[in-house]
């Protein structure tokens, strides 16, 4: 699931379904752990990916190619 961090704008874009995801995961988790296994929400689901990517940044961190210059001869 893609989750966007704009730090100039400073929001978290997540996707139009992002809380059917998120209710899909604890439907899973429920079938697996039972009643006493841990719930994710809009909060705690995207500050534990954050936690973990800091962590392991040095495999986490993608850096964007950059764009390529557009041909002026190809419009």
Known sequence: MRI???TDKKTIT???N???KIDEMN???TEAGGDNAKK???KNY???IWAYCIKNSD???KVADKP???DPKNK
Do not use: H
């Open 68 to 70: 390529a210059k557009k």
């Open 40 to 42: 994710w929400d809009f």
């Open 27 to 29: 439907r899973i988790v």
């Open 14 to 16: 997540v996707p139009w």
């Open 18 to 20: 992002y809380a059917q």
């Open 46 to 48: 995207i500050e534990s």
């Open 4 to 6: 966007i961090l704009d």
């Open 59 to 61: 495999t986490c961190l």
